[in-house]
């Protein structure tokens, strides 16, 4: 069993930074995928970042160049997000433990509850 908890949203304006946190317990393992997602009001979950623990990360196009995805320990992963735009506004979720590292939202069997962000223009 993983327990997933993450902090560090908030509201910032548009070109701001935020830095996201998800500590991970219950398991000890470093071989696993570890991923952000993100979900804002009316859309479906998506992807924005993922780690396998092992150096491999990745990220969907739309945050390429702003957000950097680090993980310490196998047990933190962190999500920096720098020139925030409205259009980042969601609620962000810590996933782990998938078949593939990039994989629908279903197929991960670990979730943390959310940290809402929300950027103004």
């Known amino acids: 069993q993983v327990q997933l908890v993450e902090s560090g949203g908030g509201s910032v304006q548009a070109g701001g930074s935020l830095r996201l946190s998800c500590a991970a317990s219950g398991y000890t393992s470093r071989g696993y995928c570890m991923s952000w997602f993100r979900q804002a009001p009316g859309k479906e979950r998506e992807g924005v970042a993922s780690?396998?623990?092992?150096?491999?990360i990745s990220y969907t196009e739309s945050v390429k160049g702003r957000f950097t995805i680090s993980r310490y320990n196998a047990k933190s992963l962190l999500l920096q997000m720098n020139n925030l735009e409205p259009e980042d506004t969601a609620m962000y979720y810590c996933?782990?433990?998938?078949?593939?590292?990039?994989?629908?939202?279903?197929?991960?069997?670990?979730w943390g509850q959310g940290t809402q962000v929300t950027v103004s223009s």
């Open positions: 996933a782990a433990v998938a078949p593939q590292c990039i994989a629908r939202p279903d197929e991960y069997k670990y």
């Open positions: 780690s396998d623990g092992y150096g491999r």
